[in-house]
């Protein structure tokens, strides 16, 4: 607790699903100071930036309506964490200081400078500026020119679908397998809605050199067309490895089984930037928002003197959008390894809509009754024992 002080403060870095829902829970003890850090003054619904992108929803949400009262939302960038004095040093000038600090900064979208024109002429998606920046070259672009998408996960392939049922004409370089974590009854449904949207899905085919009017395949097949969407891969921030905390390989906060980091128990990691034990969970909202109630809890477990509990967050599935009449839904065990069940189509865009819906009124929830955050449990066997020093450290 800070001297002199009987409150408590929290910094929270990052106002995306996890930070938000991790704001929000705070509020359940009145004696703490809640302070959001984020560059933006919007949350952006990154599941949604392919929407945005193809013109068919918007992708940020306001914070007056999602931040419940006692939040203090400081739109701003966070330079170096200074664990020894306990602040946080701003983009903007000075500095914020805290007693707990939740690390929520999320992920970006990475372009592998191996590839050569790639960095410097492909579109990435990953963030709301990478959005903007693409739909304003699509504005820009004859309905009729051809688009490449690079990627066949989720992203890639909702990006595609978008853009091919506004009638675009769009070619998806898989890398390898179309939907690689789906079995082959959910991934035979996604090929089907693309081919029969006139999607042109290249399997096993590998992106060699990414140019201004054309994209070239390592086997010397040239893609023509002036925009290349690479959404092949997330990166995470690196404030953590900058600021001395010890990281994945991804750059990823290494924690305990708490979300605690195995080098400061006053930082708690939450979302897509956490890696617990050394074994972080998949890059997703559905993990993001549990995690930020779990972050927030260990930090509530601390203040009352009780022992933080371990992670304990189920998956159910994997949705695929398919513009906006059909997506394909992969359901999952808790563990997040695939059921042999799917559904497909319109009920699958029901239930894909729905999730959507549901990830943002989940936060709103939390707003109005701090605690109330729905959270899947049973992940499955986690690690005994925390991880205690990563096997690489990158930053070191």
């Not at 068919?56 to 009262?69: K, N």
């Not at 020119?145 to 049922?165: K, R």
């Not at 006053?266 to 559905?286: E, K, N, T």
């Amino acid at each position: 607790m800070t001297e002199n002080s009987n409150t408590v403060k929290v910094v929270v870095i990052g106002g995306g699903y996890a930070g938000t829902v991790a704001a929000n829970r705070l509020r359940q003890r009145a004696d703490i100071d809640i302070t959001l850090i984020n560059p933006r003054p919007h949350l952006v619904e990154r599941i949604r930036l392919h929407q945005y992108v193809a013109g068919t929803s918007e992708a940020v949400v306001d914070y007056g309506s999602l931040l419940g009262d006692g939040v203090r939302l400081v739109i701003d960038s966070v330079d170096r964490i200074d664990t020894a004095a306990r602040t946080v040093a701003l983009a903007s000038g000075g500095e914020l200081g805290y007693d707990y600090l939740i690390y929520a900064v999320g992920s970006t979208a990475t372009i592998p400078a191996s590839v050569p024109g790639a960095v410097e002429f492909a579109y990435p998606i990953g963030e709301w500026e990478h959005a903007q920046r693409l739909r304003a070259a699509l504005d820009e672009l004859p309905h009729d020119a051809p688009i490449t998408v690079v990627g066949a996960g989720p992203t890639g392939i909702e990006t595609a679908a978008e853009l091919a049922e506004q009638g675009r004409v769009v070619t998806l370089v898989c890398g390898a397998q179309l939907a690689p974590t789906f079995l082959e009854p959910a991934r035979r449904s996604v090929a089907k809605w693309l081919t029969k949207r006139g999607v042109a899905v290249l399997e096993n085919a590998h992106v060699g050199e990414v140019w201004p009017e054309r994209v070239v395949l390592t086997d010397g097949t040239v893609l023509p067309g002036p925009v290349a969407i690479w959404t092949a891969g997330f990166g995470v921030p690196g404030l953590a490895a900058d600021s001395g905390l010890r990281t994945d390989d991804a750059g990823r906060l290494l924690t305990d089984e708490t979300l605690t980091s195995i080098d400061d128990d006053r930082v708690i990691a939450a979302g897509d930037c956490a890696a617990p034990s050394g074994q972080p969970l998949r890059m997703s909202c559905q993990a993001a928002g549990p995690l930020g109630a779990q972050a927030a809890d260990t930090v509530l477990a601390r203040l009352s003197g009780a022992r933080p509990a371990t992670i304990d967050i189920g998956f159910v599935g994997t949705g695929i959008s398919l513009g906006r009449r059909a997506a394909t839904v992969q359901f999952t065990r808790r563990d997040d390894t695939a059921r042999n069940f799917y559904l497909g189509g319109r009920l699958g865009a029901s239930i894909k809509e729905a999730v959507c819906k549901g990830t943002v009124s989940g936060i709103s929830k939390e707003a109005r009754k701090p605690g109330s955050f729905p959270m899947v449990k049973g992940l499955g066997d986690r690690p005994a024992q925390p991880v205690s020093a990563p096997a690489k450290v990158p930053n070191l």
